[in-house]
């Protein structure tokens, strides 16, 4: 029996060698979840396998950790990269690109968006793309659809409604990230 939505592509049995891998932080892991399935779900899955109590240090720890490996996985450290940059700005909708990365942070800092489903975003079409073309997708080359909220109190709303916050140590952390903080709390 399979734990996946309807809604999502099911893995089949015959296509194994086209999924695409786990994320580096769950790679290190023998177990871990499939790339279709959301990271909050993927690391509360893996917690339990690992016995990391729900709100302990360990456990907030181990997602820190989580979220940096992943989103330094998905964006990249290279913050003096103007393409990078772009290609954010792409993902959240500018359709006109700025031609510089202090352009790129001005544009990012109007937007507000919750960080993790910006990297959820990228992971469900990642693993889409791979499903329905039956083979690897990189995790950088995708459609991507992320939600946007028109100011930070819907993000606020929208973030202690379902719980997908993301720890401002992670945020702070990673430099794409740090220009789409918001004090939500």
Known sequence: ???T??????????????A??????????RSHPSPSTDLLTAFNTLA???NWKRGS???????????????????GVDTANLARWQRLCRELGVVNLPGSITQCK????????NLIDLLDARRTAA?????????????????VRVRTFPNRFALAEYTRRTRRFCPRVVAKEEGFLKVLLREIM
């Open 5 to 18: 939505p309807p809604s999502s592509p099911s893995p089949s049995s015959s296509s194994s060698s086209h």
């Open 106 to 113: 001005n544009v990012l800092r109007t937007f507000h968006v």
């Open 127 to 143: 693993a889409a793309a791979a499903a329905a073309a039956g083979v690897s997708s990189t995790r950088s080359e995708v459609a």
């Open 57 to 75: 240090p360990r456990y907030r720890e181990r997602l820190a950790r989580c979220l940096i490996t992943e989103f330094n996985a998905t964006y």
């Open 20 to 29: 695409l891998p786990p994320g580096p932080f769950f790679a290190s892991y």
């Open 48 to 50: 339990i396998t690992q």
């Open 1 to 3: 029996m399979s734990s």
